[in-house]
């Protein structure tokens, strides 16, 4: 089970890497950028699992967290769930 200490770490020391991936906003009515999550979420099933961190944007050789766009929705678990 994932504790409060390994979300802080995938925040905090952010790197991709087989369990961790990164991406930049994306808003879940797009489908290309529904196809950037499931690509991600596939590639992390291959190697036994991990997490998608939305919101975060890549800075050289680190990720730092930027705020959601007012033109995209907040990310619900009815919108995650809904069909394209």
């Known amino acids: 089970m994932t504790t409060n200490q390994d979300l802080e770490t995938l ?5 991709e890497d087989l369990s961790a991936e990164y991406k930049s906003w994306l808003n879940s009515t797009s489908n290309e950028h529904r196809a950037v999550f499931a690509k991600a979420a596939i590639a992390l099933a291959n190697h036994s699992g991990g997490y998608v961190i939305i919101g ?12 959601r766009p007012e033109e995209i929705p907040e990310i619900t678990q009815d919108i995650a769930n809904a069909e394209g």
């Open 11 to 15: 925040l905090t020391d952010a790197r």
């Open 56 to 67: 975060m944007e890549e800075d050289g050789d680190s990720f730092n967290s930027v705020q």
